[in-house]
């Protein structure tokens, strides 16, 4: 168990909806990643937060918004879904620095 | 910008057979590299990383700065090692960590 936490672990929804995801950090880390993994694309960053601020910015659509919480709990919000938003949602945590990541299990999101 | 590639999206050996996972990678910058690993129904996982130099379940990879390559070695390969493996890229900043498109594992008995 990597003690990061995952909520929910599967989503439906319809296009043009509006989701949160949510990550609990493993206890002592203070970094947040959050990575979409689609079939065709494989994992692909999206941001990173380390203690409440935003540290680094990848591949993230304007619709995909996130935020870290002084308890260190990020969460993930995605709005005016599309269909290609179906994917597998993960979240990791860090102490140490980057490559040492500990993964949630993720949240498999599904956009009817 | 950082990218990695894995050429391979499969790889199907023999149980008792060596096995070879490329990864190759694109930075200007001076490069910390990882490999990543899924088993069945579990979490992505660190298998190693390149300045630790070390050897985990047999695994081993080096880093070659001149072809760009950092693959992921073993010399028998069993059963339990089929799994989905990520290679990954650090940048300086630590604040970004890339992975390649991942290649899966499968080993037969």
């Known amino acids: 168990d990597s003690g990061v936490t995952q909520t929910p672990k599967h989503l439906i929804t319809a296009t043009g909806q509006r989701v949160t995801l949510r990550c609990s950090p493993r206890s002592g880390d203070l970094s947040v990643y959050w990575y979409q993994q689609s079939l065709d694309q494989g994992l692909q960053f999206l941001i990173q937060y380390y203690n409440g601020e935003e540290r680094a910015k990848g591949n993230i659509l304007e619709r995909f918004s996130a935020q870290q919480f002084p308890d260190l709990h990020s969460e993930l919000n995605l709005s005016s879904l599309e269909l290609g938003d179906s994917a597998l949602y993960f979240c990791?945590?860090?102490?140490?620095?980057?490559?040492?990541?500990?993964f949630g299990s993720g949240t498999r999101l599904t956009v009817v | 910008a950082q990218r990695v590639t894995q050429p391979e999206k499969l790889l199907s050996v023999f149980k008792g057979a060596p096995v070879e996972l490329k990864c190759n990678y694109s930075?200007?910058?001076?490069?910390?590299l990882f490999w990543y690993v899924q088993y069945s129904r579990q979490r992505l996982q660190l298998l190693l990383r390149h300045i630790s130099r070390e050897s985990i379940k047999g695994f081993t990879a080096d880093l070659n700065k001149g072809e760009t390559s950092f693959h992921l070695k073993k010399p028998f390969a069993q059963e339990e090692d089929s799994a989905m493996y990520y290679c990954a890229l650090g940048n300086n900043a630590g604040n970004m960590l890339t992975f390649g498109g991942g290649t899966r594992l499968m080993v037969k008995p």
């Open positions: 990791a945590s860090s102490f140490t620095g980057i490559g040492l990541l500990n």
């Open positions: 930075y200007s910058g001076s490069p910390e």
